[in-house]
């Protein structure tokens, strides 16, 4: 049987139960013949069951409660007749102002209505019947919130980076912490946001802050019960400023682009039917923008209401609208700038419909 009433574990510690049987209660009883100044001890002739103390396993490590928590154990025991049972706290009498201990014929309870930290401490129940006794310990630790950190400040600000020191607080909450947790808030909005959770050193690094905005920290301690109530808050603001750009204008050499026409993809000869438009493309590079050319047959056909030409980031196009049996021919494309020219055929061929 193990049973406890709202148990809260905390790991670490390690439950002693110590059973006292005395050697002499494993011996026969002295027959009527011995006299009395036989040295075997006499025990009642009525025990039937040895008192022994049945802990529960939640009890068997320290029993954590938190400050106004109730703290309320139901321990098992057994021996019979009914024993004798009685609770220490460090080896003294329990304040009966403050614990109440109600002992029955098969357990005992103790109870405390609102838990104090002054509660803490190894509690001790202790069972006797005749020369025979049983012992178990108890360990009870009352904890609350941790104070603030005693200080925080700002030791430095560089690139998007505050580095921040703090000192740990008075009162831990009689546990040990958990760690630190620190929180930046820019001065625009005002608003706290978590950088850091849990965190073990007296200092710290904050990283990836924003250009141009100022920032203030907090730091908060950290035990089991949760964060202290209120944090320190650094007194100087992080401002991070914008880093002054350098621009260098010696050491380029210009380079010259500079370059005569040169036809990358040339015109591609084509037959075509009598009255269905025909396009020829082809593609040239040059630098300076060169001036493009459309000839048929050697002979300008700029401004020729028969051909429309296009030319857009190099790509040069000639639409020959419903061609006739008489636009068929040789067609030349050139291109001229001040470094050059150069120049691709193609022949149309113009066939009647079947």
């Known amino acids: 049987m193990e049973t406890a009433t709202s148990p809260e574990v905390a790991s670490g510690s390690s439950l002693k139960v110590k059973e006292a049987r005395p050697a002499d209660a494993e011996r026969p009883q002295a027959s009527p013949q011995q006299g009395a100044g036989s040295p075997v001890p006499q025990l009642p002739s009525t025990i ?47 304040d009966a102002s403050r614990v109440s201990v109600r ?8 109870f405390i209505r609102e838990a104090q930290r002054a509660d803490s401490g190894r509690y001790q129940l202790s069972v006797q019947l005749g020369e025979l006794e049983a012992t178990a310990t ?7 919130r941790p104070g603030p950190p005693q200080s925080v400040k700002l030791v430095d600000v560089w690139g998007s980076n505050a580095i921040l020191e703090w000192t740990p607080p008075q009162d831990t909450g ?15 909005s005002g608003l706290w946001f978590t950088v850091l959770e849990r965190y073990h050193r007296t200092s710290c690094t904050v990283s990836n802050l924003i250009v141009g905005s100022s920032y203030t920290f907090r730091v908060f301690a950290e035990n089991q019960c949760g964060l202290s109530e209120t944090a320190p808050i650094t007194a100087d603001l992080a401002h991070i400023q914008k880093a002054a750009t350098v621009y260098k204008t010696e050491g380029f050499a210009q380079r010259d682009f500079s370059e005569a026409p040169k036809f990358t993809q040339p015109l591609a000869d084509c037959t075509t039917v009598t009255g269905y438009d025909t396009q020829l493309f082809c ?13 048929k047959n050697k002979i300008d056909i700029q401004g020729n209401p028969k051909y429309r030409a296009l030319t857009h980031l190099g ?16 067609y030349t ?16 061929d113009v066939k009647a419909p079947h």
Not at 76 to 88: L, V
Not at 283 to 295: D, E, G, N, T
């Open 48 to 94: 039937e069951e040895h008192p022994k103390i049945w802990l529960p396993r939640a009890l068997r490590q320290t029993y954590i409660r938190k400050v106004g928590d109730t703290v309320n154990l139901l321990i098992p025991f057994q021996g019979k007749p009914k024993p004798r049972a009685t609770w220490t706290c460090d080896g003294c009498a329990l």
């Open 103 to 110: 002992n029955g014929e098969r357990d005992s309870i103790l």
């Open 138 to 144: 108890i360990d009870i630790l009352v904890i609350e």
């Open 174 to 188: 009689n546990v040990a912490l958990l760690g630190y947790t620190v929180q930046k808030a820019d001065t625009k």
């Open 283 to 295: 593609c040239v590079r040059a630098s300076p923008k060169p001036k493009i050319i459309w000839l």
């Open 315 to 330: 790509i040069c196009s000639l639409e020959i609208r419903k061609p006739g049996p008489f636009d068929g021919g040789i």
């Open 333 to 348: 494309c050139k291109a001229v700038n001040p470094l050059g020219e150069a120049s691709v055929d193609c022949r149309v």
